[in-house]
């Protein structure tokens, strides 16, 4: 299984500042994935990072709001650009478990609060 | 539209009795589904899956059941023990190759000792 972790663990903000979440893993791995989970909601993919090439992002979210960087097979950064309320999230980063195409590791998440 | 649904936000159980915790989904492509279980403060951890070929799935005390019929999957836990008290994500993916995963919002599990 593969450790990982996540800088900051949660961190307040005021409205229209942005914040990078850094997001180390203890291996190198192919696959690095950035999830938020809203208040009450479940966990929405935000995007895939690979390395050397551009992110993936999912339907309805963007490369100007969520820029993502993935320098190396162990690191990855996910910043939320131009911070509102709505943005109040935890933001979680996963890797794949190299085992099975479906399977996850999580890192403990980034509470993110906007003012 | 959820294409995952849990529909039981909290569960309370008996230690030492089952825990049932059920998940619908709606997308048939859907061939590869996961529970996750979560604690405070903490990322989803991986329990246990099974695939669309399977119809159970069997892990010490967890044992998943898919019924592809209903689009339903329930995560059986026997006995139920106070460590268990978690959020239970149910998750499903589709496709080989295919990295994304589609949530249900989550059951928050209390064992009561």
């Known amino acids: 299984s593969a450790v990982i972790s996540q800088k900051p663990s949660r961190d307040i903000c005021q409205r229209g500042t942005s914040l990078t979440i850094q997001c180390q893993v203890d291996?190198?791995?192919?696959?690095m994935f950035w999830y938020r989970q809203q208040p009450g909601q479940s966990l929405t993919l935000i995007a895939t990072?690979?390395?050397?090439?551009?992110?993936?992002?999912e339907s309805g979210f963007v490369i100007d709001k969520f820029p993502i960087s993935r320098p190396n097979l162990t690191f990855s950064t996910l910043t939320v650009s131009n911070m509102s309320p709505e943005d109040s999230s935890i933001y979680l980063c996963?890797?794949?478990?190299?085992?099975?195409?479906?399977?996850?590791?999580f890192g403990p998440g980034t509470r993110l609060t906007v003012l | 539209d959820q294409q995952v649904k849990q529909n039981s936000p909290s569960l309370s159980v008996q230690e030492g009795r089952i825990s049932i915790l059920n998940c619908d989904y709606t997308?048939?492509?859907?061939?590869?589904f996961l529970w996750y279980k979560k604690y405070p403060a903490e990322g989803p951890t991986f329990l246990i899956s099974?695939?669309?070929?399977?119809d159970k799935n069997e892990d010490g005390r967890f044992t998943v059941f898919l019924n592809k019929s209903a689009k339903h999957l329930s995560l059986h836990i026997v006995p139920s023990q106070p460590g268990d008290s978690a959020v239970y994500f149910c998750?499903?993916?589709?496709?080989?190759?295919?990295?994304?995963?589609?949530f249900g919002k989550g059951t928050k599990l209390s064992v009561i000792p």
């Open positions: 996963s890797v794949d478990a190299g085992q099975n195409y479906n399977e996850q590791f």
């Open positions: 291996s190198q791995v192919t696959m």
């Open positions: 990072a690979n390395q050397g090439s551009e992110a993936t992002y």
């Open positions: 997308n048939s492509m859907f061939d590869y």
């Open positions: 099974i695939s669309s070929i399977k």
């Open positions: 998750a499903a993916g589709s496709g080989a190759g295919s990295y994304q995963l589609t």
